[in-house]
C-alpha cells in the first residue's frame, strides 16, 4: 500500500523551529520528486519546497527562503522539512507529496499525505 505519513507538527513561538518528517511506504521516494506544501484556511495550496533528488536540485516557495530547508533520507525512505524562524504567517496544514511522471508513456504517479497541522503563536 502506497502511504505517506507526516508527523512533527505542532505549536511553536515565533521564532521557534520544527522538523517535519515525511515517512514513504509502499515506493521508493528517491526515485520520486518529492515536496512540501501547505494550505492555510481560506487559502490556495502553495507549493514551499521541492527536492528532485540531486542536492542541487531544489526549489523554495519565496517566503520561506534562508529559514526552510528539504532534505532526504534514502536509507529511511523519509523526506524532512527543517523550519527556523517561524512566523505566525507559516502557520498552516503541511503536506507531503511524492510525484513522477513518465512522459513517453504518458503516465503519472502521484501521492500525497494526510498533513500535518503547524501553528506559530505566542
Known amino acids: 500500500q502506497v502511504r505517506l505519513v507526516e508527523s512533527g507538527g505542532g505549536l511553536v513561538h515565533p521564532g521557534g523551529s520544527l522538523r517535519l518528517s515525511c515517512a514513504a511506504s509502499?515506493?521508493?521516494?528517491?526515485?520520486?520528486?518529492m515536496s512540501w506544501y501547505r494550505q492555510a484556511p481560506g487559502k490556495e495550496r502553495e507549493l514551499v519546497a521541492t527536492s528532485a533528488g540531486s542536492i542541487t536540485n531544489y526549489e523554495y516557495e519565496d517566503s520561506v527562503k534562508g529559514r526552510f530547508t528539504i532534505s532526504r533520507d534514502n536509507a529511511k525512505n523519509t523526506v524532512y522539512l527543517q523550519m527556523n524562524s517561524l512566523k505566525p504567517e507559516d502557520t498552516a496544514v503541511y503536506f507531503c507529496?511524492?510525484?513522477?511522471?513518465?512522459?513517453?508513456?504518458?503516465?503519472?504517479?502521484?501521492?500525497w499525505g494526510q498533513g500535518t497541522q503547524v501553528t506559530v503563536s505566542s
Open positions: 509502499g515506493f521508493i521516494s528517491s526515485t520520486y520528486t
Open positions: 507529496n511524492a510525484r513522477k511522471k513518465i512522459a513517453l508513456a504518458q503516465r503519472l504517479f502521484e501521492y
